[in-house]
């Protein structure tokens, strides 16, 4: 190093020492200084809970018992002690800010002037809470089925869908994300936009009994569920699926399956429509009949969407942020589907989340399309058979 090149190097260094030493202009800024008094906690959440409980349920998407049910669970986690230089966040305000944030689709930089705290605070609020509700409430709102929890899922799609010995229907969307710095094409899946997987089964109350989230973007409805912990369960024999039973009655006896669309692969516990288009007619039949148990889970995606409209845009967080927040939503779903009901309107439509184009299908197993054949056979038979079926195929 030359002397030219020493003096130039000896004043990057002070420049760059006396940056470090600047003094900050706010300790806490004039805006943020007004939290307590003008921030949307104290002067709209407040008010509703206090006055209007439909707004309320608008405002948040959850009822004042719901709510208060939920901080009870979450509140000792996030309760944090005041230091001497400033008080912390209630869980109360940190739980209203992050039901707002997942409730509206609003930025981070929203929350932080809506309700004047920093904007960096806001992101580790939804953080922490996000966490903090899957954590507390997968066990209660997203148990692992037990055996008589599988027949009473069984028993729900029979009453309401006519499809016998059915576990759950099965299916796999894209969840908008921004491009992940030095992430390359992983995450960028068949429409050329960025997302992360979300595989999910549903039962016929709406409900998610299973989700799995956080998959590439590029990687299929098959692949996705190949590599879910519910298929390993599932080959291992460790899920509680009940023995084969009798379809209602019929002397022939199949075994309990999930239901779900061309992209994954006929098994002994998962059965999909028969594919081509020239089919007879008790193919047909049983294509429309799975169709019937399989737009549950599409029903129940359109309830999450339309609830909790952050899945609306696609999400600017890391990664590990976007799985926190639709795991989040998913218990949150099943949380105010089993206490405040849902809106039938918002069965009707899925926005935000994509289907995955059925481009990797598996071959079917003779052996498990046995099975498919008895049900095709059943669908049409004095014992199984549906008045308007034909008509609908």
């Not at 979300?198 to 569920?225: C, E, H, M, P």
């Not at 737009?295 to 890391?318: A, M, S």
């Not at 849902?342 to 498990?368: A, K």
């Not at 059943?378 to 199984?384: E, H």
């Amino acid at each position: 190093m030359d002397g030219r090149d020493a003096v130039l190097f000896t004043l990057l260094a002070y420049a760059y020492s006396q940056k470090l030493k600047k003094k900050r202009k706010w300790w806490v800024h004039p805006i943020n200084s007004l939290r307590d008094t003008h921030g949307h906690f104290h002067t709209l959440y407040k008010p509703l809970r206090e006055g209007d409980p439909v707004k309320f349920f608008n405002y948040l998407r959850m009822s004042i018992v719901s709510f208060d049910e939920l901080l009870a669970s979450v509140k000792k986690p996030l309760t944090k002690m005041d230091t001497k230089m400033r008080g912390t966040i209630s869980p109360e305000e940190m739980l209203v800010i992050t039901l707002r944030y997942l409730a509206s689709g609003c930025s981070l930089k929203d929350l932080h002037y809506n309700f004047r705290v920093g904007r960096s605070t806001a992101d580790e609020i939804v953080r922490k809470v996000c966490q903090t509700i899957w954590e507390t409430m997968k066990d209660q709102c997203l148990p692992k089925p037990t055996h008589k929890a599988c027949l009473e899922i069984a028993a729900g799609f029979w009453e309401r869908a006519n499809f016998p010995n059915c576990l759950g229907a099965v299916d796999g969307k894209h969840v908008r994300i921004v491009k992940p710095p030095h992430s390359g094409s992983l995450y960028q899946n068949y429409k050329h936009y960025f997302s992360i997987g979300l595989l999910a089964v549903a039962d016929a109350n709406y409900s998610f009994v299973y989700v799995d989230v956080g998959s590439y973007g590029k990687d299929s409805d098959s692949t996705l569920f190949r590599n879910s912990t519910l298929w390993n369960e599932i080959e291992s024999g460790t899920l509680n699926i009940p023995r084969p039973a009798p379809l209602p009655g019929s002397d022939v006896a199949v075994p309990y399956a999930f239901v779900g669309d061309e992209a994954f692969g006929l098994s002994t516990h998962l059965l999909r429509p028969y594919s081509g288009t020239h089919l007879n007619v008790k193919k047909r039949v049983f294509n429309y009949r799975l169709s019937r148990a399989r737009r549950y889970v599409e029903c129940t995606f359109g309830i999450l969407t339309n609830k909790w409209r952050i899945l609306h845009r696609p999400l600017d967080v890391q990664v590990d942020f976007c799985v926190d927040i639709v795991k989040c939503c998913c218990i949150l779903h099943n949380y105010v589907r089993a206490r405040d009901g849902f809106n039938f309107d918002d069965t009707l439509t899925v926005v935000g989340l994509e289907d995955d184009v059925n481009d990797d299908i598996i071959d079917v197993n003779r052996y498990s399309n046995r099975f498919r054949d008895a049900l095709s056979n059943y669908f049409t038979s004095d014992a199984g058979q549906l008045p308007w079926q034909l008509g609908s195929i």
